[in-house]
């Protein structure tokens, strides 16, 4: 996600592995394919990739490891790592601990303290109400460099 050229990191793991050997890759979470509900449309891009490609990552990146595997030569199996949605409680304590980083990719965003507010109040209620639905897949891939 955060390599300036991706296809460069998969060729150079390709070529340092052995013939028959394995390499794997994996992007947890993967904020391109972020499932929300409800939603918020001025917030919701900003947590599904949106602040990271501000800072210079590719939040769609797990969908381009079958295709970065295969030009690398590799014999190539993807899937999607993660298929459980937390319930609304995991979610809220996650959100309370890690408060302070959705708050400053809000600012950055330069969303207002009254928009923060509101948006946080409407979050917080709705996990609270058990209707918040978050789900971030995992995508992998996992090749084998074939024989010399």
Wanted: glycine letters at 8%.
């Amino acid at each position: 996600m955060w390599a300036d050229d991706p296809q460069t990191v998969v060729n150079e793991m390709t070529r340092v592995t052995k013939p028959t050997g394995k390499i794997l890759a994996s992007l947890k979470p993967y904020y391109g394919g972020k499932s929300h509900w409800p939603d918020n449309q001025k917030v919701d891009p900003l947590f599904a990739g949106e602040a990271i490609r501000k800072k210079g990552g590719d939040p769609h990146i797990g969908r381009k490891l079958r295709s970065l595997f295969i030009t690398a030569g590799l014999d190539t199996i993807i899937g999607i790592g993660n298929n459980r949605i937390w319930s609304c409680e995991e979610d809220k304590q996650y959100y309370l601990h890690s408060r302070d980083f959705y708050i400053k990719i809000l600012k950055d965003a330069d969303l207002t303290e009254k928009e923060i507010d509101q948006w946080e109040y409407e979050f917080l209620k709705s996990l609270d109400e058990g209707i918040q639905l978050n789900f971030f897949p995992q995508f992998y891939a996992i090749g084998t460099k074939t024989k010399l």
